[in-house]
């Protein structure tokens, strides 16, 4: 198998603006710590209403994102926009209309009980409903006797789940929310996501290196590779432009170079080969048929492998 | 699916500044329920022995000018248990609530300061009771020696005299503004650092290290300076009648102390106002590291 050292970008590129009015825009988001950089010119845009999910491996930059949109962490240069306000004028207010799951596993203090934490936000946002919360503990078996600090990592998990829907936020900002769950309550928080999303029209901004575990609730896509937000797009847009192509090609075909630049990938022994190309499939299967190629077969990825193939490929640059 | 209740509040709507800090009054105390469970245990076993030294010697216990001492020193304290657990340079639960995080800061503070006067005033009213318990002097005139001559080796008789000395009411309330000013200063250290501990005792080591290195006498200067100085930390806590002390040999004798003079409200008035003004800049620059940007 070969990876494709190639610049799809060329022709289309991979992370376009996304249709506002946004619930969540960045321009040109920096973020340093140090020498290292953390997030490099990110345009990220959340369109109001959608579920927006944020894939990328481990350290590519998404909690250090989401910590910039609550105003946990100042960014070096570049924009931000949170339902209209600047998170850096406006942290209080933003944070007012933003349920958080952080990434770490505590909220609140170990000495705290799970009913009393939930009290104590209670205090915090004047929307808290408090049959809602009782509901979602009933739901997600948050038991209000428990100690935080003796949490397990699920325990916590839903603990803030349930703290962050709880007030009925316009926008979720979920950070690996299902890190440490069973899949009874993966499944579980899934569903009450999508209960959430019909009930009260939020926005869901979610950080995952899981994708396909929020597959089904997916509108929108946003890969970060290395602090940079290589891909943007719908999801239907993702579906019907990123395609894999089974081809069958001469001996020592070599495909057009502007066509080659935009295969993400590229397998296959011999003279049967599988492309994962960005484009339109009618010009792209027409190009390669033009170069000599027999397209026998056109699929759509998956999300989590679109998600794999964008994250793992490189450019030339 | 539930329905929205319509009378719910706006999920935009921010909390009011009274209801976060009745709120943190509240997880304060809850937070403090072990030391305060600490300090109830040490009470009782003070209290204990003071009776049983009572009962075996018939002594009367007099409200003890040493807790204009005592109480700041709880004060210095008592900011490491209120903002335990807060990790302030990482991420802490109170930046995630949606509250200006300089005024959040502010807020939990003086939250904490409640707790600390309530401590404060039971300290007080513990010792009243044991005064009263023990037929000891609280607000009544009781015998002072003060020194009408220059001190020397042999105080004599016409060099001293005995006075009645009521505790002004000055005094009474520079137990509270010592213990504030305590307070507020330990705050300063423990909101405006990251490593508070680290600070104190690296200050320790570096005075130290001057005093043996360059001067023996400059970690007593700078003492004397910070305790006994025109607006030092003594005016602030006893209006200087520690500094007022000295300890006299009489005719007879005996060794006592006596005063050189009486404490008055001036000095304390300026030191507690230099320090109130000290602290509260202190602790306002220190929230201020935490503001939104």
Not at chain 1, 82 to 87: E, I, S
Not at chain 2, 94 to 106: C, E, G, I, K, S
Not at chain 2, 167 to 173: G, I, L, R, S, V
Request: charged share 20%; proline share 6%.
């Amino acid at each position: 198998m070969t990876v494709a050292v190639l610049n799809p970008a060329a022709a289309e590129p991979m992370a376009s603006p996304l249709p506002g009015p946004h619930a969540v825009l960045t321009e040109g988001l920096t973020k340093r710590y140090g020498r290292e950089v953390a997030l490099e010119g990110v345009n990220l845009q959340a369109p109001r209403g959608s579920v927006y999910v944020l894939a990328g491996a481990n350290g590519a930059g998404k909690s250090t994102l989401l910590r910039t949109l609550m105003n946990l962490s100042a960014p070096n240069a570049g924009r931000t926009e949170v339902l209209g306000l600047d998170p850096r004028r406006h942290g209080a207010r933003v944070r007012a209309q933003v349920g958080y799951v952080p990434e770490g596993v505590e909220t609140g203090y170990r000495w705290m009980t799970a009913g009393r934490l939930l009290d104590h936000l209670s205090a915090y946002y004047p929307s808290w409903d408090q049959a809602y919360a009782e509901r979602l503990s009933r739901l997600l078996d948050v038991r209000p006797e428990r100690r935080i600090g003796r949490l397990s990592k699920g325990q916590s998990r839903r603990l803030q789940l349930v703290a962050a829907l709880a007030h009925r936020p316009p926008l979720l900002l979920l950070d690996e929310p299902t890190d440490g769950l069973d899949p009874v309550a993966r499944d579980e928080v899934l569903g009450l996501l999508s209960e959430h999303l019909a009930d009260t029209g939020c926005t869901i901004l979610v950080s995952t290196h899981l994708v396909y575990e929020v597959e089904r609730v997916a509108e929108h896509l946003g890969v970060l590779r290395d602090g940079r937000l290589v891909a943007q797009a719908p999801l239907d847009r993702l579906h019907a432009r990123l395609r894999s192509y089974r081809l069958e090609a001469p001996e020592g075909w070599t495909a057009p170079p502007d066509l080659a630049d935009r295969a993400l990938h590229r397998s296959g022994p011999g003279r049967e080969l599988r492309w994962t190309i960005w484009g339109d499939q009618p010009e792209v299967t027409a190009r390669l048929a033009g170069a000599g190629a027999v397209v026998r077969d056109v699929a759509p990825l998956g999300l989590d492998e679109a998600v794999v193939t964008l994250l793992r490929h490189r450019t030339s640059s | 699916m539930t329905v929205r209740d319509s009378s719910l509040p706006e999920a935009s709507a921010a909390p009011g500044g009274w209801a976060v800090f009745i709120e943190q009054v509240k997880t304060i105390g809850l937070g403090l329920r072990r030391e305060g469970l600490a300090l109830g245990a040490l009470v009782v076993v003070v209290t204990v022995i003071a009776l049983n030294d009572v009962l075996e010697d018939g002594a009367q216990l007099d409200f003890p000018t040493d807790a204009s001492f005592v109480l700041p020193l709880m004060a210095l304290l008592a900011p490491f248990a209120v903002w335990k657990g807060e990790r302030l340079f990482r991420g802490a639960h109170l930046w995630t609530l949606p509250v200006d995080r300089q005024q959040h800061a502010l807020t939990k503070m003086l939250a904490g300061g409640v707790w600390m006067l309530a401590a404060a005033v039971g300290m007080i009213l513990w010792l009243m009771l044991l005064a009263v318990a023990t037929d000891g002097a609280i607000f009544g005139p009781h015998d002072r020696l003060l020194l009408t001559g220059p001190i020397t080796d042999v105080v004599q008789p016409g060099q001293v005299k005995t006075v009645a000395w009521t505790t002004p009411a000055w005094q009474w309330a520079s137990l509270f503004t010592g213990t504030a000013i305590a307070y507020l200063l330990s705050s300063a250290v423990v909101i405006g650092l990251r490593y508070p501990l680290r600070w104190v005792a690296g200050c320790v080591f570096l005075l130290t290290f001057l005093s043996l290195a360059w001067s023996e006498d400059l970690f007593e200067d700078l003492l004397e300076m910070l305790v006994m100085g025109p607006v030092g930390i003594d005016y602030v806590l006893s209006g200087g009648a520690e500094g007022l002390d000295v300890a006299v040999r009489l005719a007879d004798g005996q060794r006592a102390t006596a005063w050189r003079a009486f404490p008055t409200a001036g000095p304390w008035a300026l030191a507690t106002g230099f320090w109130f003004i000290v602290s509260a800049a202190l602790v306002w620059l220190a929230a201020w590291r935490h503001r939104e940007r």
